[in-house]
């Protein structure tokens, strides 16, 4: 959770919370989140509530993601963290996922920069989206980067261009998960690295 103010065209950070919850542990053998993994979710979402009444928080987005994608009991889930918390948690799409992924990298990129590529690495998916600006006025990149919000596919002449994007359902938690009975430090990431490219085969760039 990061909670920010506008200051100029950039913000400044009030407050954040982040702990690992794992929530996605498990959910690859049994297609569920597990009861000690909401029971985890819950617990950091309330430190997360207490500190968004202590800043007298008025506006927020708050976005569960692949986990809650997938998981047969997502909606049992949400209604947990309604009652527990009060919190609106929606669950997003993947390309939701992604356009916020690349938004939020828009401060950072350089004017000279003509190709892109963002990767969001998650506990649950990985998304890649390959950007062109190589038609957009320099002082104009990061705004234009700003503007994928509207979607992938609503480019404008002039505009950055979607050249492909994938969300891989594969992340950090899921990986683990799927190689944990093999002992071998090596072997598994050879094998890791091995699933995870199968899964690109239709990227694009690639």
Do not use: Y
């Amino acid at each position: 959770m990061l909670i920010a103010r506008p200051k100029g065209n950039q913000f400044q950070v009030v407050d954040s919370f982040s702990k690992p919850v794992q929530l996605g542990h498990g959910l690859e053998a049994s297609g569920r989140l597990s009861r000690s993994s909401m029971a985890r979710t819950v617990h950091a979402l309330q430190v997360c509530k207490r500190k968004l009444d202590l800043h007298n928080v008025s506006h927020m987005r708050l976005v569960a993601t692949e986990a809650c994608r997938r998981a047969r009991n997502s909606r049992d889930f949400m209604r947990m963290i309604r009652r527990e918390t009060g919190l609106p948690i929606e669950v997003i799409g993947a390309e939701e996922e992604a356009q916020l992924a690349v938004i939020s990298c828009a401060p950072l990129v350089s004017h000279r920069t003509e190709q892109l590529l963002v990767v969001d690495i998650g506990g649950g998916s990985t998304e890649l989206v390959w950007i062109d600006l190589e038609d957009v006025p320099l002082t104009e990149r990061a705004r234009a980067i700003m503007r994928l919000s509207d979607g992938f596919r609503n480019s404008v002449p002039g505009g950055a261009r979607v050249v492909d994007w994938i969300s891989v359902p594969l992340g950090v938690a899921t990986l683990r998960d799927q190689f944990e009975d093999v002992e071998d430090d090596q072997g598994r990431f050879a094998l890791m690295s091995w699933h995870f490219e199968e899964k690109l085969t239709s990227f694009a760039p690639i």
